[in-house]
Structures are given as C-alpha cells and as structure tokens.
T-cell receptor, first 112, second 115 residues
Framework: DAKTTQPTSMDCAEGRAANLPCNHS???????VYWYRQIHSQGPQYIIH???NNETNEMASLIITEDRKSSTLILPHATLRDTAVYYC?????????????FGQGTELSVKP | GAGVSQSPSNKVTEKGKDVELRCDPI?????LYWYRQSLGQGLEFLIY????????KSGLPSDRFSAERTGGSVSTLTIQRTQQEDSAVYLC?????????????FGDGTRLSIL
C-alpha cells in the first residue's frame, strides 16, 4: 500500500504558484520523499526528491516539514503544460529501495 | 542524453499468444525496473534488476510473466499465453542504483492490447 495521502484533485490558475500537499506520517528515517508527474500517454516524469532539507531545482521546490510527516511540492509559475497527475512517494534505499509504490496521486488542472 | 527507450510503443495481439516487450535503459544505469498501469489503475511494480544480484520478482502477477536482462543492459519482459486482463501500459525505468537518493527515470511505455 502507498504510504502517502494526497488530495484527489486540485485547480490552479495559469501563472500562479501550485502548491501540492502530501501526508506521509509513517515515514521512516531512511526514506526519501519523491515527486513524479504523469502527463496523459507518457511515462512518469521525475520532478524532485528530498530527505530532510528543502530542495529546489529547475522544475519545482520541495518543502518538507521538520517532523518529516508532510511535504509540499511547489510549482512557482504554473503553465497549462503542468496539467498532470502528481505522485508523492516515500522510498527507502538499499534492497528495499528497488520499487516505487504509487498511490492515486493528485490530478492538477491548470486553467487559463 | 538519451532516455529510457521502450519498444514497441504499441502492441495488439490475440488472446493466447506470447509477447515480448523490450527496454533499453539509460546508458550506465545498473538498476532496471518494470511496472504496469492498467486502465483506471495506478502503477504497479512488477520486477527489478540491480547489477548481478538476483532480480526482485515479487510483483509478477503470475508465472506467465518473466523478464530477463542480458549483459546488464537491455531487458525483455515476456508474457506467455496472454489474457485480456494483461492489457495495460507496461513501463520500464532505470536508475544509477537502488539507493534512496537515486531517482528512477521512466520510458513512455508499451501499450499492450489483448483481443
């Protein structure tokens, strides 16, 4: 079973920041938080991941709470092309880290 | 650089036939994974390979499914005696390792339709 909880769907206005929440209250100390997105008819696209600290790359920012029980993915200036299903996944390393367990994700709709 | 490549992109076959799906991982990636996504379902893990270690086959749904990875690079997923419930998108991913800090990168999948 997925170890994360996400809202089923969200809307965002084009040009505004999209803030996608994720709860992972049972996360273990060696588990990373990963975010992927899937646009229709494509494979999942890696966005960002983190362990404890906040992370930023060219696509997004990841904010992880101090207790690590929740996180937020931020798309700073959403465009119509960001419309997709966004998956939050917790993932251990080593032999346990071989597989990603996907939940249902959040369907983000960016509207003009 | 080149990403994960899967072929064919689409495959239609009759029930009872065998099919082979191919995955070319990113060059240098030692870990390779297979997942499938059925209509209206989430992505489910099937199998993964890491270097020369024995593969983790814990997600294969039946003994009709098998996979191999030759030479530590290309992988083939084989489904024998296909059934209609095997219809799905089969996705391959690769990563530089199975460590928690090593992201998996996906191909665009093979859409398999069983008539």
């Amino acid at each position: 079973d997925a170890k994360t909880t996400q809202p089923t769907s969200m809307d965002c206005a084009e040009g505004r920041a999209a803030n996608l929440p994720c709860n992972h209250s049972t996360i273990s100390g060696n588990e990373y938080v990963y975010w992927y997105r899937q646009i229709h008819s494509q494979g999942p696209q890696y966005i960002i991941h983190g362990l404890k600290n906040n992370e930023t790359n060219e696509m997004a920012s990841l904010i992880i709470t101090e207790d690590r029980k929740s996180s937020t993915l931020i798309l700073p200036h959403a465009t119509l092309r960001d419309t997709a299903v966004y998956y939050c996944i917790v993932r251990a390393g080593g032999r346990q880290g071989g597989k990603l367990i996907f939940g249902q994700g959040t369907e983000l709709s960016v509207k003009p | 650089g080149a990403g994960v490549s899967q072929s064919p992109s689409n495959k239609v076959t009759e029930k009872g036939k065998d099919v082979e799906l191919r995955c070319d991982p990113i060059s240098g990636h030692t870990a390779l994974y297979w997942y499938r996504q059925s209509l209206g379902q989430g992505l489910e893990f099937l199998i993964y390979f890491q270097g020369n270690s024995a593969p983790d086959k814990s997600g294969l749904p039946s003994d009709r499914f098998s996979a191999e990875r030759t030479g530590g690079s290309v992988s083939t997923l084989t489904i024998q005696r296909t059934q209609q419930e095997d219809s799905a998108v089969y996705l391959c991913a690769s990563s530089s390792g199975t460590g928690g800090n090593q992201p998996q990168h996906f191909g665009d999948g093979t859409r398999l339709s069983i008539l």
